[in-house]
C-alpha cells in the first residue's frame, strides 16, 4: 500500500518509511505523487497544522493522505517552542541553530526543571475526506550540550534515559519516539478497517 505524505521534508519521508515498511506500506512524498506546492501552517495546534496540510494534498489528488505536525514542548517554557518549533530560532535556521538557542533559553534551568515532550500529531484523511487524527508522545528533557549525529531537529539535546535521539540508532529512536507511536496507531486503524496493509 502506498502513502501520499503531505510533506517534502527529507528526514520526515525517510523516517516514515522505516516506521511503516514493515507493514508493507510504501511512504511517497506529495511532490512525487504530484502536489508540488508548500502550506502554509498557520494553525494554533499541531493538529490544527497538520489537517492544514493534508486538506490542501487531498484537494489537489483527490486520494487519501497523511500529514504530520510535530514539535517540542518545554516545561520551562511554558510548552515553547512548540507548534513554532522549527521557527523557534527564526525562519530559515539550521537544526543546529534551533538547539543552541534552545539551550541558551535554559542555560540557568537546573536539571529537575528541564523536562520535555516531543509531540506528534498525524492527520489522516481517507478516500472521502474524512479526518482521523493519531496522538504519539516522547517524555525526555533537555541536555546541556548536544549529542550524537543521528537524527535530526532538536535530537541532539533532547534526552531520553542516557541517550539523546541523536545518539541511538534509527531503530531504537522509532521504537520510543512521538512520531513512532502515532504512525503505530495509525497502522492499527488501518489493518482493523481491513485496508490492505499487512496483517
Given at each position: 500500500?502506498?502513502?501520499?505524505?503531505?510533506?517534502?521534508?527529507?528526514?520526515?519521508?525517510r523516517e516514515m518509511q522505516q516506521i511503516l515498511a514493515p507493514f508493507g506500506m510504501e511512504v511517497i512524498s506529495q511532490k512525487e505523487a504530484g502536489a508540488d506546492f508548500e502550506v502554509?501552517?498557520?494553525?494554533?495546534?499541531?493538529?490544527?497544522?497538520?489537517?492544514?496540510?493534508?486538506?490542501?494534498?487531498?484537494?489537489?489528488?483527490?486520494?487519501?493522505?497523511?500529514?504530520?505536525?510535530?514539535?517540542?514542548?518545554?516545561?520551562?517554557?511554558?510548552?515553547?517552542?512548540?507548534?513554532?518549533?522549527?521557527?523557534?530560532?527564526?525562519?530559515?535556521?539550521?537544526?543546529?541553530?534551533?538547539?543552541?538557542?534552545?539551550?541558551?533559553?535554559?542555560?540557568?534551568?537546573?536539571?529537575?526543571?528541564?523536562?520535555?515532550?516531543?509531540?506528534?500529531?498525524?492527520?489522516?484523511?481517507?478516500?472521502?475526506?474524512?479526518?482521523?487524527?493519531?496522538?504519539?508522545?516522547?517524555?525526555?528533557?533537555?541536555?546541556?550540550?548536544?549529542?550524537?549525529?543521528?537524527?535530526?531537529?532538536?535530537?541532539?539535546?533532547?534526552?531520553?534515559?542516557?541517550?539523546?535521539?541523536?545518539?541511538?540508532?534509527?531503530?531504537?529512536?522509532?521504537?520510543?519516539?512521538?512520531?513512532?507511536?502515532?504512525?503505530?496507531?495509525?497502522?492499527?486503524?488501518?489493518?482493523?478497517?481491513?485496508?490492505?496493509?499487512?496483517?
Amino acid at each position: 500500500m502506498k502513502v501520499i505524505l503531505a510533506s517534502n521534508n527529507k528526514n520526515k519521508i525517510r523516517e516514515m518509511q522505516q516506521i511503516l515498511a514493515p507493514f508493507g506500506m510504501e511512504v511517497i512524498s506529495q511532490k512525487e505523487a504530484g502536489a508540488d506546492f508548500e502550506v502554509e501552517e498557520n494553525g494554533t495546534t499541531f493538529a490544527e497544522n497538520a489537517e492544514l496540510k493534508a486538506r490542501a494534498v487531498y484537494e489537489r489528488l483527490g486520494v487519501p493522505v497523511i500529514a504530520d505536525d510535530s514539535g517540542l514542548a518545554v516545561d520551562a517554557l511554558n510548552g515553547a517552542p512548540g507548534v513554532y518549533s522549527h521557527r523557534y530560532a527564526g525562519e530559515n535556521a539550521t537544526d543546529e541553530e534551533r538547539c543552541q538557542k534552545l539551550l541558551c533559553e535554559l542555560k540557568n534551568v537546573p536539571a529537575e526543571q528541564r523536562t520535555a515532550r516531543f509531540l506528534c500529531e498525524i492527520c489522516y484523511l481517507d478516500e472521502n475526506g474524512d479526518k482521523h487524527f493519531f496522538t504519539g508522545s516522547c517524555e525526555g528533557f533537555i541536555g546541556t550540550e548536544p549529542k550524537g549525529s543521528n537524527g535530526f531537529g532538536y535530537d541532539p539535546v533532547f534526552c531520553s534515559g542516557d541517550k539523546t535521539l541523536a545518539e541511538m540508532t534509527d531503530e531504537e529512536k522509532n521504537r520510543i519516539s512521538h512520531r513512532g507511536k502515532a504512525l503505530r496507531l495509525f497502522q492499527a486503524y488501518l489493518k482493523e478497517r481491513n485496508t490492505d496493509v499487512d496483517k
